[in-house]
């Protein structure tokens, strides 16, 4: 089974400065088809969870720019460029090469 | 507009059984992979049960193999969880969300799990 590995658990964040979130897999999420089988997703407070990024980098529809994901094989990161109060949540890697399987999550607070 | 609606859950004893159900609208249900996700008190999203579009294919969490079962009824554009032999560690909000578009999952039918339902309470204690 694949492990995913999500650090920091906690990140305390300044609104207009920039944020990252690291997600290490046990396996390569690199199919042989070129893509990263890795998903970022947030929870809001008190919401279902939501898809910010698929396959590695592709921004799900009505996603703002400001966020992004990048990395390959086993290393992957999500970027906020310029954190908003409204990002507040936690944040979820997933890889689904393999079934799926969730990070432990990373909480995002303002500062 | 494109909706999931998640029912069933509630408080069981410990070795009981429910069924979650999972109503499909606003889009073609058939066509899409479909997962369950829980995330217990205060804890991380886990990820449960995937099946294909046509139900031939499940994946399920290797914790509840043997004690939950994903099924579907595409004509009722409809997802279900049967869980039996139900213990504490499942008590836990149960999401069901859309995954893949087409039954072969090439990267362009991929979008994430793209729509989620509000999520349905289970309680398992006595």
């Known amino acids: 089974d694949i492990v995913m590995t999500q650090s920091p658990l906690s990140l305390p964040v300044t609104p207009g400065e920039p944020a990252s979130i690291s997600c290490r897999s046990s396996q390569s999420l690199l199919h042989s088809n070129g893509y990263n089988y890795l998903d970022w997703y947030v929870q809001k407070p008190g919401q279902s969870p939501q898809v910010l990024i698929y396959l590695g980098s592709s921004r799900a529809s009505g996603v703002p720019d400001r966020f992004s994901g990048s990395g390959s094989g086993t290393d992957f990161t999500l970027n906020i460029s310029r954190v908003e109060a409204e990002d507040v949540g936690d944040y979820y890697c997933?890889?689904?090469?393999?079934?799926?399987?969730f990070g432990q999550g990373t909480k995002v607070e303002i500062k | 507009e494109v909706q999931l609606v998640e029912s069933g859950g509630g408080l069981v004893q410990p070795g009981g059984s429910l069924r979650l159900s999972c109503a499909a609208s606003g889009f073609t249900f058939s066509s899409h992979w479909m997962s369950w996700v829980r995330q217990a008190p205060g804890r991380g999203l886990e990820w449960v049960a995937l099946i294909q579009p046509d139900g031939r294919e499940k994946f399920t969490l290797d914790s509840v193999k043997g004690r939950f079962t994903i099924s579907r009824d595409n004509a009722k554009n409809s997802l279900y969880l049967q869980m039996n032999n139900l213990r504490a560690e499942d008590t836990a909000v149960y999401y069901c969300?859309?995954?893949?578009?087409?039954?072969?999952?090439?990267?362009?039918?991929?979008?994430?799990?793209?729509?989620w339902g509000q999520g349905t309470t289970v309680t398992v204690s006595s």
């Open positions: 969300a859309r995954d893949c578009s087409k039954a072969i999952c090439y990267p362009i039918y991929y979008y994430g799990l793209d729509v």
């Open positions: 997933l890889q689904v090469l393999q079934s799926r399987t």
